[in-house]
């Protein structure tokens, strides 16, 4: 039986809640009966920012059934229904507030605390929130001056609020739990902490050991989310160099910033995780937009210097929000995870720290930050259909910095800093939109399979910049920097696209080769990639290595696809270039393409495969069409010359079907080179939407 429990609607802090009883104590239980709400408006965290200090905790709370509801203290409650000691009105006589930008108001009881919280409010849109410095008589001395001018009897009421659970207790039942009643509605969010020196959350819930938020009615946490800059509401560039020791440096856009914020500040010296104190966290001392000493206007000061020991800020590295006026806590990190096997949790302007978040499904996270999860953070385990919009991840040591073995997830605007593995291990069938990862051990993604990604950087990683192992992905207008394996490593197979690094065609792809790992069949192949300087437009690495677009050797004056014929990579490994489309029903398509080589021995084949039965993926699968070089010519290298190699399909079927174009080149021992004139047909394949005679 709980020891206390809510038998009407009302606010936690009234005794009429808790029928005539007194309000609930530290380390008592709580129930929430059928069809009850109770709105959370008390502090039981630390008295340095106004709280109770509870030292244990509430034991346990049950939201009963559908109807229970626990909702948290928002600017537009009643304010006048709050304890003594969380609410009152300015009655100066029309000083102080009243005459607008001052720090001291008269109110008509002095129950407050310092360092709490306090909504100064006229209305349900008309308010601003502060912090109290200091109290004496009747007299509050705020942090911040006053924004507005109030008039007397505008209510003054403490809006922090801090749920503490006892050791190995949980939020249960059936119930819904709200911190925060809506995403956008003026006054219905969690505010935007008021600046200050250090940052202090508007609303906290401390979960110890293996206490989690486990409830089923509902999950909603709405807190205050910035808006700027309107591309990616979450992250920016430097716009010049930092020192180490720097305390000022220029922001590329506006990330809305003030004092007492934290942001994570990536590190372009350092390739992997960062090592430095603070692993990239900082505080804001003061943030200026009219800057004219500079470029660019949007200026940041910090409260202590750049760390010097992974070296010097560069143009480019990001800067992300972290902090965020809910939090979820743990002290310590343990496996128990938050919230369960819970699905559906919606989720905004919150940072979860040291928490695994769920095994749940079809979260919505929006402008949340996961903070060093050990083992993941939003889903756990074999889940799915999450979808993450302006969040951060940073510092996870080990596994993903939002998921770990989950699918078909979508990330936009999302960036990480200090992953282990990336955005997602072991994942599959997700999307990534104008993604960003910086100082990661292994990329983006390590192990994705199926994934697309769209628009995104990848930087300053240990190995790869974008994907460490992996098949099946596709990458499509994204930038690498890579690190000691390149951009994509030991990946079976991928599409890229409008690709930029700063890697050279021998390093951007790595690990291709390994025997291992891949396949012979397996390929990654690329259009339109520019790789230390230089444009390819096509380029493959397989198994037997790398074939790429180049204008030393021409046919006709245009450039060819040259196999670089390598016999590190084993004999009769091939190399080969596919191109998909689609056949139409009796009608004959014919495809040449002229070849030369200057290696001894090795023979072209130009294929016409099924995609569904590969020969190079099912063992005995028979090809569809086949064009090979002939015998003679396969062993003459004295006089390399042109010839033209031509092969046609028929397709019987009623509707047509999908076919892949292969061109392979089969070698045996020797290195060398070979050459193909492929332009027209990837101009083809690339005009038509289907394949013509």
Known sequence: MADKTASVSGLWSATATWGGAAIPANGESVLINNDITVYFDVDLGPTANGGQNFADGINGIVLNNAGSTLRFATPNMNAS?????????????????????????????????????????????????????????????????????????????????????????????????????????TGEQIPRPAPNTAYVPVATIELIAAGQIANTGGQHYYGWIPTTPTAHPCFTTLSANCNTLDTDMWLTDDLG?????????????????????GLGRYTVSAYITNDTGHASPYKLTLTAGLVATDGARLIGD????????????????????????????????????????????????????????????????????????????????????????????KFTNCIGFNLASGFDSLGSGDV???????????????????????????????????????????????????????????????????????????????GYAD???RGTWEVIQ????????????????????????????????????????????????????????????NRTVVFM???????????????????????????GAALLAEANMDAAYSANIATPTWMTYAVNFKSTKTNGQPIIVRLLFQYTAAAGNAYASVLPLEQHFGRRSRLVG
């Open 257 to 277: 910033l003030q004092k007492g914020d934290k942001v994570v500040i990536g590190n372009g010296s350092k390739n992997g995780i960062m090592t430095e104190a």
């Open 318 to 409: 990001y800067v992300a929000v972290y902090s965020r006026p809910v939090l979820i806590t743990k002290a310590t990190y343990t496996t128990a995870t938050g919230c369960g096997a819970v699905s559906n949790v919606v989720m905004q302007g919150t940072r979860v720290y040291q928490i695994a978040w769920s095994t749940g499904t079809s979260h919505t996270a929006t402008g949340v930050t996961f903070d060093m999860n050990v083992n993941g953070s939003y889903n756990g385990y074999a889940n799915y259909g999450s979808v993450y919009t302006d969040c951060i991840a940073c510092y996870i040591t080990a596994f993903a910095g939002f998921s770990w073995g989950t699918q078909n997830n």
């Open 526 to 585: 690329a259009r339109s990639i520019t790789l230390a300087g230089t444009l390819y437009n096509l380029a493959s690495w397989t198994r037997g290595g790398v074939s790429y677009t180049q204008s030393t050797t021409t046919y006709n004056g245009a450039e060819t696809l040259k196999f670089v014929v390598d016999t590190t990579y084993g004999a009769n490994n091939p190399l080969f270039f596919n191109w998909k489309g689609w056949a139409p029903p």
């Open 593 to 619: 393409v002229p070849v030369t080589k200057d290696v001894a021995g090795g023979t072209f084949r130009l294929q016409i495969v099924d995609p569904t039965n590969d020969p190079l993926q099912v063992s």
């Open 81 to 185: 229904a709050l304890l003594p000691s969380r609410n009152s009105t300015i009655s100066n006589g029309g000083n102080g507030a009243a005459s607008g930008q001052k720090d001291v108001i008269v109110v008509a009881g002095a129950n407050f605390l310092v360092g709490q919280q306090v909504v100064i409010q006229t209305s349900s849109t008309v308010y601003e929130v502060n912090t109290i410095a200091t109290i004496v008589s009747n007299t509050l001395t705020m942090v911040n001056n006053i924004a507005r001018a109030y008039a007397d009897g505008a209510a003054v009421f403490a809006i922090s609020t801090y749920l503490k659970m006892k050791t190995g207790t949980s939020i249960t039942g059936a119930g819904g739990l709200y911190v925060g009643n809506s995403p956008t509605a």
């Open 432 to 510: 990534l939109n104008g993604c960003v990862s910086q100082n990661t051990a292994k990329g983006m993604a390590q192990q994705p399979s199926g994934f697309q990604f769209n628009n995104c950087v990848g930087k300053n990683s240990l190995t790869a910049s974008l994907v460490y192992t992996g098949a099946n992905n596709a990458i499509n207008n994204c930038t690498g920097s890579s690190g000691a394996s390149g951009d994509v490593y030991a990946c079976h197979s991928a599409d890229i696209y409008n690709f930029t690094s700063t890697s050279s065609i021998a390093a951007s792809v790595s």
């Open 515 to 517: 025997t291992a790992i």
